[in-house]
């Protein structure tokens, strides 16, 4: 996560070097920093638009790989220890507050380090990519460290030891400052950036060379971490390096034995980073599961499920998948639909049990697990935490509410025109409607609207084909409904956030459009989970006018 002001403090001690200098040095790069500051630095007028993001990370790519700089390779986070969530909510609410502030570009880290990873994978697959189970800067410093061994004895044939030639070391690209804390050896540059453009447009980048750091400091670099940490933040914004070396050290407290062993990198038993980026076991750490966005989540179950069921196999182990849920300015929203996402999440996550799903015979699902929902409220991010196996769903003792397995049925067979009955009657019992039939067939009628239908069975109904075919009103083409394209990311985001105060939101219709927007993420989250529905749903860009022009009712 970094450390306050360290950057600050060390920043003197930097150089400019021309990118030139760089030429055939092993790089390594830190994922999600890289992603963070290109999503940072975009134009608040793009809306955090993905395809801007992704054009601006190609052009950083290909300029590195132009100046013939050997990126060895990007690493990713994987699972978040349940210890870091306090201090990522910490630091995301300070981010949303600067944004608020002075708005610049909009997307959060998970969607910005999936950017990145899925640029990489399709327009530079030759760049060796891995995703870690922690944090990536513990599994970038390891590496690093293995790596510029290599370099050892070249370096000490220098004459002059204090200032190795660029060419001779081996650099990092982040902006996190846990890279000037880690004993990585004296032939290590830190490439560190506030702006990307210095990385896509400028002839130099600025770098900070351990070896002179450690020289100036006069302790090693991990020591002097530990001593800046244990200074409160109103102490530490006008100190300087020579000030680190008159704070005493107690070096009998627990915590500095303990910060010593993780700069240290006293756990990484690796010999080599090929080494370690072969291995295996390195998806686990401890009992948690390593995670990832939704749209991605099948591809990780496809190439890791068999190390997914082993470490399942154990009672100890607690499903831990955070996924980020867009601001939509009405948490109430999330709080009324949670029992149907709470569905659809296990089904996922019982992919992690048995490879992939006979939905028929999903059964009851007891193994402990939780998932936790972010999203933007206002100035802060909230969470909710959605229990699996939620007991409240099983309403089957209700007239004309389906129980799990039932509604599992349905998907399994998926008849579009039944299934939307479905969903509608489900909706119908929970908003108490007076006219059943009247509001069914207003849902289902706002239903064939939503949904792109391409159906592969040539069973559907005349009456779903009836539905289909019903015009549709002509829509002005934006940028929002751009945005929300198919393989964007705003295909989470069914109803804009800077559409939804269209409504004036009466209790009927905020609990209407909950249940609605709980069974359509359902559905979605099963699709871009690899679940086989038999149709393919696409979702096409929802306005509060529109929805408002088919509940009308007050």
Request: hydrophobic share 35%.
């Amino acid at each position: 996560m970094g450390i306050r002001y360290l950057t600050k403090i060390y920043n003197p001690l930097g150089e400019f070097v021309d990118y030139e200098k760089l030429r055939n040095a092993a790089c390594f790069i830190d994922g999600p920093s890289l992603a963070h500051c290109i999503c940072s630095d975009l134009s608040s007028t793009s809306v955090g638009d993905p395809a801007l993001a992704t054009e601006k990370a190609r052009r950083i790519l290909q300029r590195l790989i132009d100046k013939q700089i050997d990126i060895r390779y990007v690493v990713f986070d994987g699972a978040i220890p349940l210890e870091k969530i306090e201090t990522k909510l910490q630091r995301a609410n300070q981010d949303i507050a600067k944004l608020h502030n002075t708005p610049s570009g909009l997307i959060l880290g998970s969607f910005a380090t999936d950017m990145l990873r899925e640029t990489l994978d399709e327009y530079f697959p030759s760049i060796p990519v891995i995703t870690v189970p922690y944090e990536a800067d513990y599994a970038v410093a390891g590496m690093v460290k293995r790596y510029a061994a290599i370099f050892k004895r070249r370096v000490e044939s220098v004459e002059n030891q204090s200032n190795p030639k660029p060419y001779e070391s081996v650099y990092l690209i982040s902006s996190d400052s846990d890279f000037l804390v880690y004993d990585l050896g004296f032939n290590v540059g830190c490439v560190c950036f506030t702006r990307t453009k210095d990385l896509e447009q400028s002839k130099q980048v600025f770098v900070t060379y351990h070896k002179e750091v450690m020289d100036k400091v006069g302790m090693p670099l991990w020591e002097a971490g530990y001593v800046l940490d244990k200074i409160p933040f109103y102490k530490r914004k006008n100190l300087t390096l020579s000030d680190l070396s008159r704070f005493k050290i107690k070096k009998n407290d627990p915590h500095y034995h303990k910060f010593k062993d993780e700069f240290t990198l006293k756990e990484f038993k690796w010999s080599t980073c090929d080494e370690f980026a072969r291995d295996p076991h390195i998806l686990f750490i401890k009992n948690f599961l390593p995670s990832c966005k939704l749209s991605r989540l099948h591809i990780m179950l496809n190439r890791h499920g068999e190390n997914l069921r082993a470490k399942l196999t154990k009672d100890s182990t607690s499903i831990f998948l955070p996924v980020l849920v867009e601001d939509i300015r009405l948490s109430t929203v999330w709080a009324i639909g949670r029992r149907w996402r709470s569905l659809a999440y296990e089904i996922l996550l019982k992919k992690f049990e048995g490879g992939m799903i006979n939905m028929g015979e999903l059964g009851d699902y007891t193994r402990p697990g939780i998932v936790i929902e972010y999203h933007r409220n206002g100035k802060k991010l909230d969470t909710n935490r959605i229990p699996i196996n939620d007991k409240s769903r099983g309403l089957s003792d209700r007239p004309n509410t389906k129980s799990s397995h039932e509604y599992i049925d349905a998907l399994k067979e998926m008849n579009p025109h039944d299934f939307l009955k479905l969903m509608a009657a489900q909706i119908v019992e929970d908003s108490n409607a007076e006219s059943f039939q009247d509001l069914e067939n207003r849902l289902y009628k706002y239903f064939a609207f939503i949904f792109d239908l391409e159906i592969e069975s040539s069973q559907a109904t005349s009456s779903c084909q009836i539905e289909k075919s019903a015009k549709k009103p002509k829509s002005k083409k934006t940028k929002s409904n751009e945005f929300t394209s198919e393989k964007s990311d705003g295909l989470l985001t069914l109803m804009s956030s800077l559409n939804i105060e269209d409504i004036h939101w009466n209790i009927k219709k905020l609990h209407l459009f909950a249940q609605i927007q709980a069974l359509f993420y359902s559905v979605i989250f099963l699709q871009q989970a690899g679940v086989n529905l038999g149709i393919h749903v696409k979702i096409r860009h929802l306005r509060g006018t529109d929805f408002s022009r088919f509940f009308s009712y007050s």
